[in-house]
Nanobody, 115 residues
């Protein structure tokens, strides 16, 4: 069973930065894509950012220009650098990995932005 270990969430003031990390139990190149989703209270889970095995990235409109997804092949880790955080970014952030018809999820990490 694939495991995704997340870290890096926390409490930050508006305008601040956080970096989330996701380390899968298998090589990141075994997945078609990896990404980050988030879910705020009472809201549906939404895509934040994604990177394909070929390095193509895409972002939700709400985070473009503020968030950056990247990967470190040597550390087998995917990152989400979040800058200029806003209160509306408050949510549980989930790492996701896709392979074929399968999707794997991390346990989630809380990000809270205080205004």
């Amino acid at each position: 069973q694939v495991q995704l270990v997340e870290s890096g969430g926390g409490l930050v003031q508006a305008g601040g930065s956080l970096r989330l990390s996701c380390a899968p139990s298998e090589t990141i190149f075994s997945f078609n894509s990896m990404g980050w989703y988030r879910q705020a209270p009472g809201e549906e889970r939404e895509l934040v950012a994604r990177i394909t095995s070929g390095g193509i990235t895409n972002y939700a409109d709400s985070v473009k220009g503020r968030f950056t997804i990247s990967r470190d092949n040597a550390k087998n880790t995917v990152y989400l650098q979040m800058n200029s955080l806003k209160s509306e970014d408050t949510a549980i952030y989930y790492c996701n990995a896709g392979r074929g018809y399968s999707a794997y999820w991390g346990q989630g990490t809380q990000v809270t932005v205080s205004s």
